[in-house]
Every structure is written in structure tokens, then in C-alpha cells.
């Protein structure tokens, strides 16, 4: 169960990553005029979005509900927070990467075309809409029925049609395979690259700005790599639907990243290539035997 003083902790860096984010979207136009420090704003703005969606998932985890197996009670209560979330992180990334190609070589040249415009809108409103929704959320997941036993639960899970038992274990052995060697593979290539990152830095004629945007995604992509993982594995094991799902949506974000590092980054040393095409046979096997496994899980369900 969720402490009282954890919680408050987690709910203070809540609203502290919220607090920044509203900070950037109010006051980052003022430094247009330095697009390096701009930029920096962005990323770390897309990243407390992304660690916020990872610290609600814990909180998920952390919960009586989710270990009792009614995942998809949590996911039908806070599933508009979820999505909303995912629209605003996308819109975000989307918005930062349109005004800073416009403005990076003339900082002073006019960037607002109509469709940056209505991009800037739609991030504006989901902005605002993501912050109410997050924040009641985050409070809401301090109701300490969620976190022990209890007869609203019990009513709940008696609604919850169960699956039936077979006698025959679905789950993929090779898929979960492929998760374990590909967590311990992850954290050794995320070390390696940011060692790769400080070598370049020092004896390549590496541009800052390029550095900062390399680095800050790389670790944009280990909290997608995490979070597919743990989708994955534990979607599998527990024989569910939408725990898998989501690990099969976060592959094509992941095979992107792996793709951007093989082929798109300022410096591809050989090494760099060979790692990541490591982790686009690894995105390719998962996600090949995920959707095998999504449908004999399909199949089960529908006897």
C-alpha cells in the first residue's frame, strides 16, 4: 500500500512537473531569441510529460486493484487522463519540432504560419485540459479504497466476466525471452551511448544543439523502453489484452528512436549502428511474437 508520506512525495513531484510545464508554455516565447535555451526548455518539458505518465503507471501498479487483476477498472476510471496525456505529449513533441526547424538558423524570422498556429491552439487547449485532468487524477489515486480490500471491490470483481481456465498456459515463453535479454541489452546500450555521447562531444566538432537533442532523447527513449517492457512482460504473464496492447503501440515509438540513432543522428560510429540494429531485431522479434500471443489470447476469450 501506498504510504501516506510516499504519497505525498509523489504527488509533490506531480505537481512540480506540472508547475514547469505550465511555466514553459507561458513564458518560453520570451526566449525566442536564444533557441538553444529554448530548446533545452522543450525537451525537458516533453520529458516531465513523459515521466508524469510513468509515475501515474507506478501508481497503477502500486494499487490492491491492479494486483487483484481488474486492470481494466483502472484503465475504464482514468482512461481519459491516459488518452488526453498521450494527445498532449503528442501534440507537444509535434509543436516543439515545428517552431524550432522554423526558427533554428534566423531566430528572428516569422515563424507563425497558419498551421503552426492551429498546432499551437490545439497544444495550448490540451495544455490546459491535461493539467485539470492529471492533477484531479493524482489526488484521486489517494483514495485508499484503491489500495486495500474491500466491498466495492469485491462487488467489482464479481461484475468482471473471468476468463476460463483451460488447462493450457497461453503465454509466450520465447516473448518473454526476448523481454528479459532485451531489458539487461537496453540498460548496457544506454550506458554505452552515453559514453559514446561524451566521447563525441569532446573530440568531434559536435554542435551543441545537436548534442543536447541526442542526449535528451536517448533519455526520452529509456522511459519508453521501460514502459514497454514492463507492458510486455507483464501483459504476458497475466494473460492480458491490454497491458500487451500497449507494449505493441510503444514498439513503433521505440523502433523510431532505435531508427533515428541508426541512421539520423549528427555522428553514427559503427558501433552505434551495430547496437541498434541489435534493437530493431529485438523490436521486430517482440513485436511479431505479441501479436501471436494477442491472438491466442483472443481466441481464448471468445470460447
Request: glycine residues 4%.
Amino acid at each position: 500500500m501506498l504510504q501516506t508520506s510516499n504519497y505525498s512525495l509523489v504527488l509533490s513531484l506531480q505537481f512540480l512537473l506540472l508547475s514547469y510545464d505550465l511555466f514553459v508554455n507561458s513564458f518560453s516565447e520570451l526566449l525566442r531569441a536564444a533557441p538553444v535555451i529554448q530548446l533545452v526548455l522543450f525537451i525537458i518539458q516533453d520529458i516531465a510529460v513523459l515521466f508524469n505518465i510513468i509515475i501515474i503507471f507506478l501508481m497503477f501498479f502500486n494499487t490492491f486493484v491492479f494486483q487483484a487483476g481488474l486492470v481494466n477498472l483502472l484503465f475504464h476510471k482514468f482512461k481519459g487522463t491516459i488518452i488526453l496525456t498521450a494527445v498532449y505529449f503528442a501534440l507537444s513533441i509535434s509543436f516543439h519540432v515545428w517552431v524550432m526547424n522554423l526558427r533554428w538558423k534566423n531566430s528572428n524570422r516569422f515563424v507563425w504560419t497558419d498551421g503552426l498556429q492551429t498546432l499551437f491552439v490545439f497544444q495550448r487547449l490540451a495544455a490546459v485540459l491535461y493539467c485539470y485532468f492529471y492533477k484531479r487524477t493524482a489526488v484521486r489515486l489517494g483514495d485508499p479504497r484503491f489500495y486495500q480490500d474491500s466491498l466495492w471491490l469485491r462487488k467489482k470483481f464479481m461484475q468482471v466476466q473471468r476468463p476460463v481456465y483451460t488447462g493450457k498456459r497461453l503465454s509466450s515463453t520465447p516473448l518473454e525471452i526476448l523481454f528479459f535479454l532485451n531489458g539487461w541489452y537496453y540498460a548496457t546500450y544506454f550506458l554505452l551511448e552515453l559514453f559514446i555521447f561524451l566521447y563525441k562531444g569532446l573530440l568531434l566538432p559536435y554542435p551543441t544543439a545537436n548534442l543536447v537533442l541526442d542526449v535528451a532523447m536517448l533519455f526520452l527513449y529509456l522511459g519508453i523502453e521501460i514502459i514497454r517492457l514492463f507492458f510486455g512482460t507483464k501483459g504476458n504473464l497475466c494473460q492480458r489484452k491490454m497491458p500487451l496492447g500497449i507494449s505493441v503501440a510503444l514498439t513503433f515509438p521505440s523502433t523510431m528512436m532505435a531508427s533515428y540513432y541508426l541512421l539520423l543522428q549528427t555522428y553514427v560510429l559503427r558501433l552505434e549502428a551495430i547496437m541498434n540494429g541489435i534493437l530493431l531485431f529485438f523490436c521486430g522479434s517482440e513485436l511479431l511474437l505479441e501479436v501471436l500471443t494477442l491472438t491466442a489470447f483472443s481466441s481464448m476469450d471468445r470460447m
